[in-house]
């Protein structure tokens, strides 16, 4: 579904690994892990077309157009900006052919969802930033993309809001969509995904990821 | 005489103060909508930077054809477009930030307008440019201004969601279409467009005021995008009115009028608009 040739990514001239090649088959689930700075946020905008590669190829078998969803992190959002929840969220609707009865049945689904009822005519400066992540889950809800690329979607939430998050990647993938979702939590990611891509200066390495990430030991507290 | 009737009387009795009017009421509809993306896109200075840029193309117009409205108007399209499209093509290929090097090319631009304008040496009054005339629309200028704000209008209308979710989230819109770029394109000409027939009727600089001034007070007055415009559209056609009597009891210049007018909207918005203005006090208990 997913293939990269000898891909090299990173600011011009300053690849972040030597040549990679790997594939994500259709229909899988992986996490990518990685220490800051390694460039996972950039691999999914590679991924995602928004960035090129410095050298080798990335082959996404979708439609060029809405056949891959991109949820960023969230702060390159302007939380001045002076549209509501609800609008954010019906952005998602872009390029599907849906009378206006099917559209506010989904969008108030999705709302339902997300746990975002109630909140439909908040301006987008008077949410948490869970909110607002949940609002961008919503919107990502609503299409009908085959590739899903999530960076950190649980970032900004709560214990509730991660859990109702990795329960969505669970229904997506159960769908047959192929998702990449980055995180830090290695034993959210031990525990939830079934491969892991791991992305280090010297390379990168993708395997199972019971293998690939060693059981997180409790947190000893005094 | 009724004083009521002062405000409507010089609009009836005098076709150069009705064609002002007329011309300044469409053109603040048109630009309404215009400096309120460029708020929310941060690009409140590009339209400054842009009026300057018009400069040498209005003086190459005047140089080869005097005054005639569609060389100076093509010449100033020219240089407006030309100048905008440089700045972005710059910053699209060595990442330098877009208002730095819009900056760098308006001084280029002025400066060469100036020159051209010394060079030929006729007798165009560069105060007229910058400031212009809005007693002195004439028939052709007034129809150029409709033409601009109908055709202006109707292309925001087109263009309002993809310009919308460019401004928001690029990088979402990048991914469910590629109207994106296209979008920005289209609203950048409609800026260039709008100040260059605007600047023959109150003058370059002056149309930046009536096309930023009621645009960033309304975001004293609301939260909700399209009451932004139209509340910057009411503020624009406000200060013409109220800027055109003024300049005709008082005999003042009429552009500087209107956008001081526009200024004062702008100031008394900071102090009484009901969104974040000086004198609100936030509601202890929220009211839900």
Known sequence: ?222 | MHFAAHLWMPFFDFVFMRRALIGGLVLACSTAPLGVFLILRRMSLIGDAVAHGILPGAALGFWFAGLSLPALTLGGLGAGLGMAGLSAWITRRTGLREDASLAAIYPISLAAGVLILGIAGKRLDLLHLLFGSALAVDETTLSGMLWVSGFSLIAMTLIYKPLLLDTLDPLFLQTVSRLGPLAHGLFLTLVVLNLVIGFQAIGALMVVGLMMLPAIASRFWSRRLPVLIAVSAVLGCLSVWLGLLLSFYYSLPSGPAIVLVAGAGYLLSVVFGPVHGLLRRPPLLSSQ
Do not use: Y
């Not at chain 1, 390159?76 to 559209?103: N, Y």
């Open chain 1, 1 to 222: 579904m997913i293939t990269c040739t000898a891909l090299r990514w990173g600011a011009p001239g300053q690849p972040l690994t030597p040549p990679v090649d790997f594939t994500l088959e259709k229909g899988s689930l992986t996490g990518v892990i990685g220490a800051n700075g390694t460039g996972k946020s950039s691999l999914l905008k590679v991924i995602a077309g928004l960035q090129k590669p410095l050298t080798g190829k990335v082959s996404v078998n979708v439609p060029r157009r809405g056949g891959l969803a991109f949820l960023p992190q969230q702060q390159h959002l302007d939380r001045q900006f002076p549209i509501s929840l609800q609008e954010l969220v019906a952005a998602g609707f872009w390029g599907l052919q849906l009378s206006p009865q099917q559209r506010s049945q989904r969008l108030q689904a999705v709302l339902e969802d997300w746990c975002l009822s109630g909140l439909e005519q908040r301006p987008l400066m008077a949410l948490s930033g869970g909110q607002l992540q949940r609002a961008l889950l919503a919107r990502m809800s609503l299409s009908e993309s085959s590739v899903l690329l999530l960076d950190e979607p649980h970032a900004a939430l709560d214990e509730e809001g991660q859990a109702l998050c990795w329960k969505h990647i669970h229904a997506w993938h159960a769908s047959g969509r192929t998702l990449v979702v980055v995180c830090h939590d290695l034993a959210s990611v031990r525990h939830h995904t079934q491969n892991v891509l791991q992305i280090k200066s010297t390379g990168c390495l993708l395997g199972p990821s019971k293998e690939l990430i060693r059981p997180q030991p409790r947190m000893q507290v005094a």
